[in-house]
T-cell receptor, first 113, second 114 residues
Framework: AQSVTQLGSHVSVSEGALVLLRCNYS??????LFWYVQYPNQGLQLLLK??????LVKGINGFEAEFKKSETSFHLTKPSAHMSDAAEYFC???????????FGGGTRLMVKP | KAGVTQTPRYLIKTRGQQVTLSCSPI?????VSWYQQTPGQGLQFLFE???????NKGNFPGRFSGRQFSNSRSEMNVSTLELGDSALYLC?????????????FGPGTRLTVL
């Protein structure tokens, strides 16, 4: 069985500050890991994913995440927050076979001017 | 290329009724997955179809069912609606059956059960 825990349902940062959204997972087999973003009244958009290879993954809009197997973590970071980053962010895992994502509870990111 | 489309976008039903939601995947995509999103339970996997076959199913009662047609379009059906079925239902498509490939999400159908 797989599960995902996102620490902090709400995170508030100032514009220009570092964004850090935390994600820890549990899985009995090596999973694939994802970060999705959801803007109000919209579906989910993939920010980045880790499947194999380099553990530091770069995504869209300046986001990146590092897969740390020893810590079972996949935290999302962005060096400088922009007002347009305000949205809800979801970490997810999936087995390597099959398109079935297990999502964390989500983190709502608020960016203050 | 057109994205994933879901119809209708909004739906209001009463308890006990049944509902059918439709999803048209991106052209060429053969995998369609469905998810339910609620404030209380978050995002939960319902089922996945690939080439008209249900490959995986989440932990939902039998009132939730789905199917996929030969053109990869998919429908999900919920019978005997309950208040707790009020949710945003998201459909996602992918070109292949492995999650190595990105899943592209539609805007969702918001179902309200009164």
């Amino acid at each position: 069985a797989q599960s995902v825990t996102q620490l902090g349902s709400h995170v508030s940062v100032s514009e220009g500050a570092l964004v850090l959204l935390r994600c820890n997972y549990s899985s009995s087999v090596p999973p694939y890991l994802f970060w999705y973003v959801q803007y109000p009244n919209q579906g989910l958009q993939l920010l980045l994913k880790y499947t194999t290879g380099a553990t530091l993954v770069k995504g869209i809009n300046g986001f990146e995440a590092e897969f740390k197997k020893s810590e079972t973590s996949f935290h999302l970071t962005k060096p400088s927050a922009h007002m347009s980053d305000a949205a809800e962010y979801f970490c997810a895992v999936s087995p390597q076979a099959g398109n079935m994502l297990t999502f964390g509870g989500g983190t709502r990111l608020m960016v203050k001017p | 290329k057109a994205g994933v489309t879901q119809t209708p976008r909004y739906l209001i039903k009463t308890r006990g009724q049944q509902v059918t939601l439709s999803c048209s995947p991106i052209s060429g995509h053969r995998s369609v997955s469905w998810y339910q999103q609620t404030p209380g339970q978050g995002l939960q996997f319902l089922f996945e179809y690939f080439s008209e076959t249900q490959r995986n199913k989440g932990n939902f009662p039998g009132r939730f069912s789905g199917r996929q047609f030969s053109n990869s379009r998919s429908e999900m059906n919920v019978s005997t609606l309950e208040l707790g079925d009020s949710a945003l239902y998201l459909c996602a498509s992918s070109p292949r059956e492995s999650s190595y490939n990105e899943q592209f999400f539609g805007p969702g159908t918001r179902l309200t059960v009164l």
